[in-house]
């Protein structure tokens, strides 16, 4: 985001019987005129065409061409893609400066734990300025951003939840939050408490709420689809964090 506007590009992989589906979104954000622009393309992929794609091996060394004539580039050090929908087009050229400062679960049961939850995340970095063009119907955007890179992987996604990331405050010193709520499938019918962690970090100094016998006990008062509030708390620190959007 720059202030004014944002945006946030998504690339997915899910597999699916034999093949797999890929799908890539752009969402694009006007805060002064509280307007959203919003544009995804699929395409269900064979086996053959699956093991192409698994072939470049990384996303950071990744392209593809849809059969409507979209496409997507992503490299180390750009991003480039175009979109179409019968609301219009959207296309992205932006280079990235990295800052390479990831952000990963200090818990490692998180990730050695392969089936429960069946998903897994991490920030590859917290701090990438985004620099260039997206240009998508009457929204022409040529700026910089200030964001970030999220990873995401494994089986499915939670029954419910709320996430969120930040890294531009109203302060002086540079910070980055990264926090969520989120209930799981036990069984079919059964689902779990919330589950909650968070990481603060301002300046030099980092915060955590990710103790595995706290995990269960943040307090959420609402999560829905316009509102977040939890406090979460430590052995030291109580942090109140609410969320409207």
């Keep these: 985001a720059d202030g004014r506007y944002g945006f946030l590009l998504r ?23 509280i307007k959203t622009h919003a544009i995804y393309e699929q395409q269900y992929l064979s086996a053959a065409q699956l093991k192409s794609l698994l072939a470049q091996h990384s996303w950071q060394s990744c392209c593809f061409s849809f059969a409507s004539g979209a496409f997507f580039e992503i490299s180390r050090d750009s991003l480039r893609g175009k979109l179409h929908s019968h609301a219009g087009s959207v296309s992205w ?30 920030v590859n970095d917290s701090q990438i300025k985004y620099l260039g063009k997206i240009h998508f119907q009457d929204l022409d ?22 996430l969120a990331q930040c890294s531009q405050f109203k302060s002086p010193r540079a910070g980055f939050f990264y926090g969520f709520s989120s209930r799981l499938a036990v069984t079919k019918r059964l689902q779990s408490p919330y589950l909650s962690m968070a990481s603060l970090k301002i300046g030099q100094h980092s915060y955590h709420f990710q103790q595995i016998t706290r ?11 316009y509102r ?17 959007g």
């Design 11 to 33: 690339h997915s992989l899910q597999q699916q019987n034999d093949g797999a589906l890929l799908t890539v979104v752009m969402l694009c954000f006007d805060k002064k005129r």
């Design 93 to 122: 050229h932006l280079r990235l400066h990295h800052q390479d400062s990831w952000w990963q679960l200090r818990n490692p049961l998180w990730y050695a734990l392969k089936k429960w939850p069946p998903y897994k995340f991490q």
């Design 141 to 162: 955007l040529a700026t910089d951003f200030l964001g970030s890179n999220l990873h995401y992987w494994g089986k499915g996604y939670p029954v419910e939840y709320a």
């Design 215 to 225: 995990c269960f006990r943040h307090k959420v008062t609402a999560l829905d689809d």
């Design 228 to 244: 977040w509030h939890i406090q979460y708390q430590n052995a030291d620190y109580l942090l109140d964090v609410e969320i409207e």
